[in-house]
């Protein structure tokens, strides 16, 4: 299945962390998430984002969503 989803960053968020989040998450072969395909991710100015992923489950999304939501990758 394809699966859009819709996501708002904290505004006090310093975005320039994000691909530095990005890369200890690919380095540790945290993302993509197990059974997940990412086939488009988006971010505007306002920090503000669209992906586009397959998956064969909602699980599979939520447990993608849930690893970029805690930040606790050290």
Do not use: C, H
């Not at 394809?2 to 200890?24: H, R, T």
């Not at 690919?26 to 984002?49: D, E, F, N």
């Amino acid at each position: 299945m394809i699966f859009v989803s819709y996501f708002e960053l904290n505004p006090d968020f310093d975005i320039s962390e994000l691909a530095e989040i990005g890369q200890k998450m690919i380095s540790k072969k945290l993302y993509p998430a197990s059974g997940v395909k990412q086939l488009a991710w988006y971010l505007t100015p306002g920090v503000r984002g669209i992906t586009v992923t397959e998956a064969e489950t909602a699980e599979d999304i939520s447990n993608k969503i849930n690893l970029w939501s805690t930040r606790t990758i050290n």
